[in-house]
């Protein structure tokens, strides 16, 4: 398969020179696996990937043993949606590749051409414990928000490591807006735009040209239209999101993903036998539009207790390019809603990991994934908490920032 | 800590400023109702004693197994072992932590409410760089389903300020959230003195020179402030010349009159600003004309002048960890808070958000918890200065509420653990005395807005 093999030459690409044989050693082990969580356990990393995961993991020679004593060991935090790398400054006018305000180019929009890996909100939010993102910008013109991209927060010139990940679509609220005004014109859109792509090039050479489509965003819908992709849908209400369902039960190719989901509690048992996961912002919990009127903190727990696959990120409208961060301290808040802690912590590492495809690879510590470890100085969904060493690629990441640079010339403490 | 104010200006203690600024000359000794005065009244409540609970004083002090005394919607007492008045309502501390309620010195629930759509959009008179005449109190919406929320995070107080759209905004108002109040002056908290806010730095400066009038830039900003302070000073000193007898007062100038208000000190002034720079200007202009500054709002470079800040006498009102999201916020570093409260000056942890607001427990853990990490040693019950005592003093309400010392109002909020955490949530949140909130209670939602949506009745 096409997408396949790009993946895989991808990480080929992405295999760090530098990666060297660590043994972290007496971890509380976070394996977001069928091992679970390994008291002392052992993680030994060799050539950038995961090589062993358990007790009393022998250090091979020329290892380099880092001591744990007791701490949690994780997967590195994979930010399930987020504008991260697309700006330096979001406001003041300033270059802002997260905004899109132009219909030239919708549907075909590729974050992949727009992240910046040395933006020095990567830094910042790798020594969070980051180490993934999903990355997209959002369009204030159409109801196809673009093609996302999946990007490691190694500030590496490679640092995408998949694009044409998923595509942004508006179904909701702002989806009314992107067509007219109003939700009787989404859906029509909507299936015009798939006909134009599926269509792509036919209708296009043959002078037709598209119902709703320009000719390069059929071109970048296509693959999506066809089921290659996934669809990464914007909708909060429980009726928008009982369309999806609907719609994707008819068209079983076709792979959804809801980002928002602030009513989801309500239709929990129908997402869970549509399979379609969800993306959910835990601290929504405001009657702050007429679409998430019942938004309510324990969405994430009623939705796990449904069986629905959840990832937590902020929600549609508040995703930013300086606060990737925070997911730690949403999952967080999902457990005092009545989250399970190990369902919270796999919203944020190996469920968006599995959502966009890549849970073979990312989310897990186990043999054969990719090494992104986190050693935390507490329980990584605390806010108390912060990692004290990071690896990506099995490369341990400096834990500086332009943030840690200012915060070390003005330390208070620096000239006693 | 410098004078308060010239001398002309200052006029008779307890005498409201609208009061001297409003009436005929031959009225002015009769006239003293004050227009939208506080009609708040505590709701009812019982001798109640929490027993075994860590208790954080709100003055830096953590305590534990120990008990707090609320009787007549005052605090009794903090300590051990205390009796329980006969009929008191007793409540087991075992595993909890008792605190002090939340103060907001820095939100827009009311003004900018949910639903938010653009009528509910209330928040900004962004007409003229200049709108002191306006009050934010009277754009809250006293339903917004916000105020639950603050509550349901151990919001006891807050304050609600117009937005920074404009060089200066408008007076802003500290609210009780009584969740059953059907108007704002229900909410009021009794005595406490109103706000002037202003605002520096990008956002003026966009709004008016994206207009083509000024301000357009940084210089126009301050000159806009001088000129106005100007102006403010020649009508209080005419307003004081004529309580004293010589001529006839000014025709009154709702805009002055907010002004002269922040002059003579009954109107305490909430000044946004990021920039180290630009809150060195203000501070410049507060000494050129003569007045306080309570709090700089935003703060996002207070640690670089912390120790300015200290020797002035003025609160930073500050996020815990949000930059980035324009320039002036470009050196938000997690460490401001803690860096400005090692300085010995005023920290406060504010929300400036409907969501931000139901968690600030979760903010101030944050920076404390990033300021040991840079070599601190802030204890947890110091960190909660930063979201009671100090907003109090801010807000001129220190000595009513901020603390557990007894005779303050009871505001009192019990988390399931320490409130230090992403886990604790309050179970039990108390006003004057009174139980307002319960983690759990099955009740109608106090809103209106909420009452009777299809989600409300099923949740029943």
Known sequence: ?416 | MRLRAHPFIALAAGLGLAACATTPASDTQTQTATPFASTYRPAPSVPTLIRGATVFDGEGGEFANADVLMQDGRISAVGANLAAPEGAAIIDGAGRFVTPGIIDAHSHLGVYPSPSINATSDGNEMTQPNTAEVWAEHSVWPQDPGFLRAVAGGITTLHILPGSGNLFGGRGVTLRPVLEAVTVQEMKFPGAPQSLKMACGENPARVYGGRNTSPATGMGNVAVYRQAWANAQRYARRLERAENGEGDPPDRDLELETMAGVLNGDIRLQWHCYRADEMANAIEISHEFGFEIAAFHHAVESYKIADLLREEGICSAMWADWWGFKIEAYDGIRENIPFVHEAGACAIVHSDSEVGIQRLNQEAAKAMADGNRAGLDITRAEAWTWLSRNPARALGIEEETGTLTPGRRADVVVWSGDPLSSYAVAERVYMDGALIYERGADRDPPSDFELGQTYTERAQ
């Open chain 1, 1 to 416: 398969m096409r997408m396949l093999s790009a993946l895989v030459m991808a990480f080929a690409i992405a295999t760090p020179a530098l990666a060297e044989t660590v043994l972290i050693r007496d971890g509380r082990v976070v394996t977001n696996g069928a091992a679970g969580i390994i008291e002392n356990g052992d993680v030994l990393i060799v050539d950038g990937r995961i090589s062993a995961v358990g007790a009393n993991i022998a250090a091979p020679r020329g290892a380099r043993v880092v001591e744990a004593r007791g701490a949690f060991v994780t997967p590195g935090a994979f930010a399930a949606m987020s504008e991260l790398g697309l700006s330096e400054i979001s406001g003041s006018g300033a270059p802002n590749d997260a905004d899109m305000d132009s219909d030239l180019v919708a549907a075909a929009a590729d974050s992949s051409a727009a992240f910046n890996p040395t933006v020095t909100a990567v830094a910042v939010t790798r020594l969070e414990g980051v180490t993934r993102a999903a990355i997209a910008p959002s369009s204030t013109s159409s109801m196809f928000g673009g093609r996302g991209a999946l990007v490691s927060l190694g500030g590496e010139p490679d640092s995408v490591f998949r694009s044409n990940a998923f595509m942004i679509v508006e179904l909701g609220e702002t989806g009314a807006n992107r067509v007219g005004g109003s939700r009787a014109a989404v859906w029509p859109a909507f299936e015009a735009a798939l006909r134009d792509a599926r269509e792509y090039p036919s209708r296009y050479r043959s002078g037709q040209g598209g119902a709703v489509l320009n000719e390069i965003d059929a071109q970048a819908l296509q693959p999506f239209a066809r089921g290659q992709g996934l669809f990464l849908v914007h909708a909060e209400s429980a009726a928008d999101i009982r369309r999806i369902i609907r719609y994707q039960r008819a068209n079983p190719s076709l792979r959804f993903a809801i980002h928002g989901a602030a009513e989801a509690w309500q239709v929990a048992d129908e997402l869970a036998a549509a399979r379609i996961p969800v993306i959910i912002d835990p601290l929504s919990n405001l009657p702050d539009r007429f679409e998430r009127l019942s938004a309510r903190l324990d969405n994430a727990a009623l939705l796990h207790a449904a069986g629905v696959t959840i990832a937590i990120a902020p929600a549609p409208g508040t995703v930013d390019a300086h606060q990737a961060r925070l997911a730690l301290q949403l999952a967080g808040n999902a457990v005092a809603n009545g989250l399970p802690w190990n369902a919270a912590f796999a919203a944020i590492s190996r469920t968006p990991a599995e959502i966009f495809g890549v849970g073979g690879q990312l989310g897990r510590l186990e043999r054969n994934y990719l090494a992104d470890v986190v050693i935390w100085d507490g329980d990584p969904l605390q806010v108390t908490s912060a990692p004290t060493a990071v690896f990506i690629d099995g490369v341990e990441q400096p834990l500086v920032s332009r943030q840690t640079r200012l915060r070390d010339r003005y330390n208070p403490t620096r000239n006693r």
